[in-house]
């Protein structure tokens, strides 16, 4: 009974139904479970289904726990799968050197064996913690291998999220015409898979590419898109984001209330999930619209504190971005640090279309 609960729990999930499936997952916990097998599974499928709804701190716990009962059962397959998911875990929550740390140990038990799809899955999972690092580049890099290593398995579902990952990091470097290439592609891929939180990523990444190419109402459609999806599925991480990009659309159309509408949404989300890095961009927002308002020494306030959070927690990019943003309100322009990452990110005046 436990397993055919355990199995319909991971279905769920697999179609974006977190919530049913969470709902499964905690009546086997209360209820007990026989074997430490069937426990280890249970704790990663609850770690996997909270990471998904934004619940970051009750997704590291089970994924912790996982580890302790894979060490119990002195099976290092499982203590890696749980360790990589833990980095994806504590890097939702901003801790990328942690994560690496995690992917690490994970790669040298997968290498061991030899685990082809695993080191894929390990590649994508370090593409992403690199570009939050602010290593951009090498975040490319693992994508384009992890997405070389998935198509190779005929894996689609992982190779698509490969072409998100892609776009996003294609976004960052500056490269807007690529970005909107890698999520396009992804957008057919996750239609025909009928995934709706590939689906919606794409969508969301689709609406940034055309920001950042300037075509404003394409974009706030396509944010539209994906923000329906993701509240049917419950997915508030990536809602976040999303909101705070149609949030940046606004602005840059001048349309400062609605903007502050959608940033205010953002910024109780990114509160919710414990993210740091989307709270240094809804300051840097903050800032700008303070500054548009005529209160530069608010804004040169804000812009202050975001700067010292991102050097805190180890950001190059938001940092950067916070540096160029303060040396403007300043009168001081200086865009050096983004040549100094390798990013085609250069800018004139308030208000920055950020990628």
Request: charged letters at 30%; proline letters at 2%.
């Amino acid at each position: 009974m436990i397993r055919e609960d355990l199995e319909k729990a991971d279905k769920l999930r697999d179609k974006s139904r977190y919530r049913e499936a969470l709902k499964i997952l905690t009546r086997v916990l209360e209820k007990g479970c026989e074997s430490r097998e069937d426990l280890f599974q249970c704790r990663l499928l609850a770690g996997h289904t909270y990471r998904m709804l934004g619940d970051f701190e009750a997704a590291a716990a089970n994924y912790e726990q996982a580890i302790t009962i894979a060490r119990e059962l002195k099976d290092p397959v499982k203590g890696a799968d749980a360790k990589v998911s833990l980095a994806l875990s504590v890097r939702g929550m901003g801790d990328w050197a942690a994560a690496l740390r995690l992917l690490g140990s994970a790669e040298r038990v997968y290498l061991r064996r030899d685990d082809e799809g695993a080191l894929a899955f390990l590649n994508w999972a370090k593409g992403g913690t690199c570009r939050i690092k602010g290593d951009i580049d090498e975040a490319i890099k693992y994508f384009k291998t992890a997405y070389g290593e998935f198509t190779r398995l005929g894996d689609e579902h992982a190779a698509g999220f490969c072409l998100n990952g892609l776009g996003g990091a294609s976004r960052v470097k500056g490269l807007y015409g690529r970005s909107l290439d890698y999520y396009t592609r992804a957008n057919g891929l996750f239609k025909k898979l009928r995934d709706p939180f590939g689906l919606a990523y794409s969508y969301c990444g689709i609406g940034n590419a055309l920001r950042m190419k300037g075509e404003w109402d394409p974009a706030a459609a396509s944010f539209k898109k994906a923000l329906k999806v993701y509240a049917k599925i419950g997915d508030i991480v990536s809602s976040s984001y999303t909101l705070w990009s149609l949030s940046k659309t606004y602005v840059m159309l001048g349309r400062y209330e609605t903007a502050k509408k959608y940033l205010k949404e953002a910024e109780k989300f990114f509160r919710k999930t414990k993210d740091p890095r989307g709270m240094i961009y809804c300051l840097l927002s903050e800032a700008e619209l303070k500054a548009l308002a005529g209160r530069k020494k608010s804004a040169r306030a804000v812009v202050s504190g975001a700067l010292e959070l991102a050097r805190a927690q180890g950001f190059a990019v938001e940092a950067c971005h916070a540096e160029a943003m303060l040396s403007v309100l300043e009168g001081a322009p200086s865009f050096a640090c983004y040549d100094d990452l390798g990013l085609k990110q250069k800018y004139k005046e308030l208000p920055f279309n950020l990628p």
